[in-house]
């Protein structure tokens, strides 16, 4: 199918979760970053402007170190995630030159995106990075960051659509969306389509954290709706390990779970 440029969405913000990007050994699924870079780099060749926040840093870290689990202390996490934050992007770098796609790195930390000097720069940033064919990487700065972290990259991407004024955040997951109840415990879950904002029976219904290698869970993304939603900007989770499912989103067909804004964007 000839799938056309969505009128009413230009900018978007992408993020892709550690479990999505490695196997259970910590190692990165080389097979399916590729699949990944692919649909991005073509989505960008389509016209959008595509900024992807990307989890991995400390989990890759982990299988280059051969550690079986994080480190409790701070310094350690800090230490993995700089460790494996190189070869990560090194692979983006690769993979997507592949498809004839130029990728940029960008560390941000939560002081960062409060400050309003520094939010207008890091916009400034980005629209550059866009006007130069770059498609920018976005991780937080795990060496330098403080006790006052995002703690999770579902709220890193959030904000990082709202400084840019996205039309759209996809949360790219290793399930199909939000459902009423685990479908890993319970085999009759059943998957959300629409979500018109996020309440507290929400929060109540989503289950605790993610993988051994990743930080986020149904919480953090959530947390991520709230934000997104506040800014006048649709969130979607969406499986990831179906990437071409964002075309069928595009064309305005259910995929996942969408969390409708409930205001324009200012």
Not at 106 to 130: E, G, P, Q
Request: aromatic share 8%.
């Amino acid at each position: 199918m000839d799938y056309k440029k969505n009128k009413d969405i230009h900018r978007m913000v992408i993020k892709i979760g550690t479990s999505s990007l490695t196997h259970s050994t910590g190692n990165l699924n080389y097979r399916h970053i590729e699949k990944m870079a692919a649909v991005i780099c073509d989505l960008k060749n389509m016209g959008y402007e595509v900024v992807l926040v990307s989890s991995g840093a400390l989990g890759v870290g982990l299988g280059k170190t051969n550690l079986t689990q994080k480190p409790a202390q701070t310094a350690g996490k800090r230490a993995l995630a700089a460790i494996g934050q190189s070869s990560l992007m090194a692979i983006y770098d690769e993979v997507f030159n592949v498809y004839g796609c130029k990728v940029s790195q960008v560390l941000l930390t939560k002081s960062d995106v409060k400050d309003d000097h520094s939010r207008n720069n890091i916009a400034d940033a980005f629209f550059m990075l866009f006007r130069y064919g770059a498609i920018p990487v976005v991780n937080e700065n795990d060496v330098v960051v403080s006790d006052d972290s995002f703690g999770d990259n579902d709220t890193l991407a959030a904000y990082v659509a709202q400084i840019i004024g996205a039309d759209l955040l996809i949360i790219w997951s290793d399930i199909d969306g939000l459902y009423n109840k685990n479908p890993r415990e319970y085999p009759d879950a059943k998957l959300i389509p629409v979500v018109k904002g996020v309440t507290e029976d929400l929060y109540k219904m989503a289950g605790g954290a993610g993988s051994a290698r990743g930080c986020g869970g149904m919480l953090t993304k959530l947390n991520a709706a709230a934000i997104a939603n506040q800014a006048g900007i649709d969130m979607v989770i969406a499986n990831s390990f179906r990437p071409d499912d964002i075309y069928e989103l595009l064309c305005g067909k259910s995929v996942g779970t969408r969390f409708k804004a409930q205001k324009n964007k200012a």
